[in-house]
């Protein structure tokens, strides 16, 4: 039977091949761009299939791959082959889940029996590098994101993530219907808006799901109201970059810091929310703070470089989330959000916090 998938699964096999025929990884600024002279030389690469795991290593112009007792050894100069017909495959597809028969008697050759590696938590793949400046050589795991399909998501949406709001107004029963019945394209935006006009505030009263907001408290004890804020701004203006959204923040500066001498505390709190979330941090889970993906993100750009985002160049990982995420409005049906509704009489409304990467 032949293998099947989608872009974003068939990237992690294109992962597999390029990173091995490059024979290092390439680290990437805050812009998607290779940071000049700056790589790591990979040792070997370790993938789990439904066969079993296997490892691949680099000896010169070969590619050894080893099972148990069990290896040998293909050119390299086919990975790179087989590596750039795959990107022409995926890049020629539109959508959906496909086949590519082209490269399938190679992917059995190497033992690929799956485009998605079998794989725990947030973790993709498994690369050994060669840290040139400790001469260590540190197994690490990677969360492959590819810019082939569809933008991923790096904080998926759910009753999870719903932030509830008080409503500090005496609406009558006809305002609200009134409200709720708006049903434009941007309509939760319209239904603030509304509100607004109505001269009503909203006040943030806490996460819907405990563990979500203990799991951002224990990131910072205000984050929880920082990104209450920022999904006002998002859900009532034309800003939807998490960048943006932040610095028209910083200058309404609504929890009230000393910013006499520019300190960025909106930015460096965000900054570390999105490092969290992008390292394990799930809405639904009580976080320790303990790191799924040990390494950080591979990331495919749509010209099928490679390029890596780790916690050994932490500055850079963070400026990479921080420029290319931004905040989504989900299915506001499915999560339950959007709508006015009263509570011990008092009138509340939820807002929800996805987001996405930038394309």
């Not at 296997?54 to 000896?59: C, G, L, M, R, T």
């Not at 999870?160 to 409200?179: K, P, R, W």
């Not at 409005?329 to 509340?348: C, L, P, V």
């Amino acid at each position: 039977m032949m293998l099947k998938g989608n872009k974003g699964e068939w990237s992690e096999v294109y992962t597999l091949l390029r990173i091995l025929s490059d024979k290092a990884i390439f680290v990437g600024d805050e812009n998607l761009n290779k940071v000049p002279g700056l790589l790591y030389p990979i040792v070997r690469v370790l993938r789990d299939e439904k066969c079993g795991s296997f490892e691949y290593s680099i000896d010169d112009e070969l590619i050894v791959i080893r099972e148990n007792n069990d290896e040998f050894s293909i050119p390299i100069i086919k990975f790179k082959e087989q590596a750039n017909l795959l990107l022409s495959e995926i890049k020629n597809v539109h959508s959906g889940s496909f086949e590519i028969p082209r490269i399938e008697a190679f992917l059995n050759e190497i033992k690929c029996s799956s485009v998605k590696a079998k794989a725990t938590s947030k973790t993709d793949i498994r690369v050994v590098i060669h840290d040139l400046k400790t001469n260590l050589q540190p197994e690490l795991g990677f969360s492959i994101k590819s810019q082939l399909g569809s933008p991923s998501t790096l904080l998926n949406a759910g009753r999870t993530t719903n932030f509830i709001y008080q409503i500090d107004s005496d609406l009558s029963g006809d305002a609200i219907a009134e409200i709720n019945s708006i049903d434009s394209r941007q309509k939760i935006k319209d239904r603030l808006n509304r509100l607004f006009q109505l001269k009503a505030k909203i006040k943030f009263q806490s996460t819907e799901k405990e563990i979500f907001g203990n799991n951002l408290v224990l990131i910072d004890s205000f984050l929880p109201d920082i990104l209450a804020y920022l999904l006002i701004l998002f859900f009532t203006t034309n800003k939807s970059d998490v960048k943006a959204l932040v610095e028209e923040l910083e200058l309404i500066n609504p929890m009230g810091y000393n910013i006499a001498n520019r300190h960025r505390f909106y930015e460096y709190k965000v900054k570390k929310f999105l490092t969290e979330v992008a390292l394990g941090m799930m809405p639904s889970i009580v976080w320790s703070g303990l790191y799924d993906v040990t390494g950080g993100y591979l990331v495919v750009k749509d010209d099928g470089d490679i390029l890596s985002y780790h916690m050994y160049n932490k500055n850079k990982f963070e400026d990479y989330l921080y420029n290319n995420t931004k905040f989504e409005t989900a299915s506001s049906s499915r999560h339950a959000f959007g709508e006015i509704y009263a509570n011990d009489d008092k009138n509340y409304i939820n807002l929800n916090l996805q987001i996405r990467f930038k394309k």
